[in-house]
């Protein structure tokens, strides 16, 4: 009786994988990272990130999809009191980030828990990876002020997110809501002839959250470019206009370079950088490059990213 029961309950168990989708993909990185301060201190370690990103739907008979999506995700800067990885949640060690949660029919989704943000899923927001760590992101015009989704914490799944994406060929329109800071936000993207622009706008209760924000991008010749401004609050705040001019350039069939100049009310000093990409097939790719930041500090890292 026992056997039987436990064959039942293992054929049930498997028909409830089938019936549903789950996906794993991810990447790795490690290589090294040279950080010096504007007081000229400087200090050169190890720099790693292991990212697992699991994937679940499953599709009703009225062709509904619901899903969800978690991470799991371990950095060597997990532990540290500051760090780039902290605009992604709070550094906590390795473990399961906040699960964002969505329904979708057609071109029309609905998120709930940790969820995208409309100012960071705003085409533009990020124009390009820089090196292998990112050096900073000066070049993201919004500057993390705004919700967005949280690769190492619950992100807006703590705090009642919400969000409506549609799509309609060109068109993409996507609202989002939270909590922190009573905020409400929305972009509205349209591509033309290769060029994508868009507008984005915020509501909020902070006065150095995001208020507007616009970005074109496409291909110019030998080069894709993309222009990008945000308004990030009241200059008399600490916010300030965020402006950010970017380009990839190929050199060769495996090999491309990435550059950007950015400034900001806030900076020190105007910020700029410069990276190269080589792939070496297999999802595996060499990285490296090196930023001067607005706070006047200077980054450098190279290593190597493969993805699964």
Known sequence: MKKVLFA???LVATASVAAADVSFSGYG?????????????????VTSRLRLQIDMSAESDAGVTFGARVRLQQNNTDNAVSGDDERFGSPAGTGFN???????TGGLEVGVGNIFGALEFMPGMYPIDLGLTGLGYD???YNFRADAYSSGGNGSAGANGVEVLYSAGDLSVHVS??????RIAAHVAYTWNGWTFALGAQDSDSDTDTEFAASVGGSFGIADVTLAYAQNGDEADGGGDHVVLTGRFDVGAATNIE???????????TSYGIDFNHDMGGGTSLRGGVASRGDDSTRVDLGVRFNF
Not at 259 to 269: C, G, H, Q, R
């Open 8 to 10: 039942t309950t293992a």
């Open 29 to 45: 990185r490690f290589g090294i990272q040279y950080i010096e301060g504007a007081d000229g201190e400087s200090d050169t370690n």
């Open 98 to 104: 906040g699960a964002r949660f969505f329904a979708r």
């Open 139 to 141: 070049y993201t015009a």
């Open 177 to 182: 809501a939270s909590e922190t800071n009573d």
């Open 259 to 269: 550059v950007y100049v950015a400034d900001a009310d806030y900076f020190t000093e």
